[in-house]
């Protein structure tokens, strides 16, 4: 079975600018999560979907947003990126909401110039 | 705040000794523990878990201890191998049942040959 797939593996940005990642997670896997992770603060949760709905959510402000399709692939946004935002942006999956046993995708480097 | 630690942020060991790696955590409401093994350039891969019904898991190599006393974890890698080098972490699911973990900072594992 595939584990959790996340595009792209690398990216490069300005200040000003936003981005959208894109996560697929393990076949059967309806919850999808997403974490930042940075050297500083390491890995900080920033939401939850399930059924197409945030369910949770971190204490990131309003730039980071995130969506989740039918098929239970997901996307985070983050608009007017800083350079505070430079950071291992890693997908998870689990196979229920409030399933807690997650699996993480190989993450999205942000880079903000 | 809700918070997870490790007690050391860098543990060296001889390939073939046995590797003991700590973690504190501080919320009593927190049932559910996960350790997570993090190569360089990759996510954070699961290892094994522990719910709070039980003080020991066993699993190929590793084996997890849980002591709610005094709100402590531990991983301990038999036979440690030079593939066992990577940044390992402890999560906590904090309140529960929500699909968040709370994740330490981190211990990195150096494995000498």
């Known amino acids: 079975k595939a584990g959790v797939t996340q595009t792209p593996r690398y990216l490069i940005k300005t200040r000003g600018q936003q981005v959208t990642l894109s996560c697929s997670p393990i076949?059967?896997?309806?919850?999808v999560s997403w974490y930042q992770q940075t050297p500083g603060q390491g890995l900080q949760f920033l939401f939850e979907?399930?059924?197409?709905?945030?369910?949770n959510k971190g204490n990131f402000p309003g730039r980071f947003s995130g969506r989740q399709f039918s098929n239970s692939r997901s996307e985070m946004n983050v608009s007017t990126l800083e350079l505070g935002d430079s950071a291992l942006y890693l997908c998870a999956s689990s196979i229920d909401r409030g399933n807690e046993k997650l699996f993480f995708g190989s993450g999205t480097q942000l880079s903000v110039l | 705040g809700e918070s997870v630690g490790l007690h050391l942020p860098t543990l060296s060991v001889q390939e073939g000794d046995n590797s003991i790696i700590n973690c504190a955590y501080s919320n009593s409401a927190s049932d559910y523990f996960i350790w997570y093994k993090q190569e360089s350039g990759k996510g954070p891969q699961f290892i094994i878990d522990?719910?709070?019904?039980?003080d020991k898991r066993q699993g190929q190599r590793v084996t997890v201890l849980l002591n709610k006393t005094v709100k402590h974890l531990s991983l301990q890698i038999a036979a440690t191998q030079p593939g066992d080098s990577a940044v390992y972490f402890c999560?906590?699911?904090?309140?529960?049942?929500?699909?968040?973990?709370?994740f330490g900072q981190g211990t990195t594992l150096q494995v000498k040959p």
């Open positions: 999560a906590e699911n904090g309140s529960g049942n929500t699909g968040k973990l709370i």
């Open positions: 076949s059967g896997h309806r919850s």
């Open positions: 522990i719910r709070s019904n039980m």
């Open positions: 979907y399930f059924s197409e709905t945030q369910r």
